[in-house]
């Protein structure tokens, strides 16, 4: 914990300002050399103690501390292990598309906290939104994984959003990412958590403005045309605002891993969340 906050206190948490204002957000900036430095001291370590711990030369070590080198991913993964640093700050680098399964999307789920999961772990963690922004880019994804997505920004919501939206925007999935949002902000709102569900209807508003006017889907190409004719019909308001064939709800999740939870149906229940949806599908 000691480290944890040291590495708190280095880092910039500050509010990214543009021209654009989803970059309100506060995150936790990537991991970097002078970091590694800040979590070594705060370890009371020497660097052939840290070298030991994240199977690297001393040679190599000094040249990331004086920023000669730029920290690797898979450094950066070891240093959040060895130092307790927030998974937020590995580095995340250009976007890659690359198809993955079910297995990868569960180890990664797992590895973060989601309890559906939790019997599934990866060896070293991942950027949250790294791995979100890999399953809202899925044309496949599993139905459980599926279901996991509305979780994830509710533990993470310190990640890098200016880089989730930016992506999902040069990616069409905009209209997926804002209506898994919209469900995380109601989880928050079921948890009477204002200030979270604050942070995520703004990245929703955030996307009104670039909202796409073309169906799509939550990672189920695959669906049959009897499918897509039923879900027309009875997908929830939130998934006809984004143009999404889903029958995806807070509801199942909640009931599932909150069951002292008491969640109203559909997005007419109470709560900042539902209002400001409301809002939106009045429009």
Known sequence: MKVAAAWLKRCR?????????????????????????????????????ATEKL???QAYL???????RAVSPDVAAKAIHVFDIPVTAIPLGNYQARRQDASFFKRAFGSLGYPGFAYMQRSTKL?????????????HLDARVAEALPWLPVPYSKMDWAWLIFNSK??????????????AAQIA???????????????????ERSR?????????ESMTAAERKWL??????????????????????????????KVLAGCHSGGQANDQVAVIFSR
């Not at 796409?212 to 189920?220: I, K, T, V, Y």
């Not at 997908?235 to 939870?261: F, G």
Request: net charge positive; proline share 4%; aromatic share 6%.
């Open 62 to 68: 000094s040249l990331l501390e004086r920023v000669t």
């Open 232 to 261: 027309r019909t009875h997908r929830s308001p939130a998934a006809k605002h984004w143009s999404l064939l889903t029958d995806l709800s807070v509801e199942s999740w909640v009931m599932r891993y909150s069951p002292d939870v």
């Open 212 to 220: 796409l006017a073309a169906e799509d889907n939550l990672g189920r």
């Open 127 to 139: 950027n949250p939104a790294g791995v979100f922004m890999a399953a809202l880019d899925s044309d």
């Open 13 to 49: 948490m500050s509010k990214r300002r543009s021209d654009r204002t989803y970059n309100t957000a506060w995150h936790i900036e990537p991991i970097t050399g002078q970091g590694l430095r800040t979590a070594r001291m705060a370890s009371l370590w020497t660097q052939n103690n």
């Open 55 to 57: 199977d690297v030369t």
């Open 189 to 207: 709102s079921t948890r009477n958590d204002p200030a979270l569900e604050a942070i995520l209807l703004q990245m929703v508003g955030t996307l």
């Open 170 to 183: 040069v990616r069409d999935r905009q209209n997926r990412l804002a209506f898994v949002t919209v469900l």
